[in-house]
């Protein structure tokens, strides 16, 4: 089984569309998160140690989230999507750029 956890800045738009679009996906588990003070849900130690992969949207959301949590990321694979914040949720466009770019992993 594979624990994909999305993360963006506020937890509105990409991430949850991601973990949305791949939570349908076989032997998948998806959770989503934010890094800023404000995000929906804010990321949590707890979420990193449950994701086998992360992805985050943005080369920014790597470095807080390696600023932020670096102890808890020993041996977590994080991949950057380059996505930029310009999607509304589940939007079309959005959905076929996250599948395109994330299906290599999940399969």
């Not at 992969?53 to 959301?61: D, L, N, Q, R």
Request: net charge neutral; with cysteine; glycine share 2%.
């Amino acid at each position: 089984m594979i624990r994909a956890l999305f993360i963006c800045s506020q937890n509105r738009l990409r991430s949850p569309t991601a973990e949305q679009v791949f939570s349908i996906w076989p032997n998948v588990e998806t959770d989503s998160a934010g890094l800023g003070n404000d995000a929906e849900v804010r990321l949590s130690i707890e979420q990193i140690e449950w994701a086998t992969i992360i992805f985050v949207m943005e080369k920014a959301h790597r470095n807080k989230l390696s600023k932020q949590f670096k102890p808890h990321l020993n041996g977590k694979r994080v991949i950057c999507l380059d996505i930029p914040d310009d999607y509304d949720y589940m939007q079309p466009e959005l959905v076929r750029l996250l599948e395109s770019k994330v299906k290599s992993f999940l399969s």
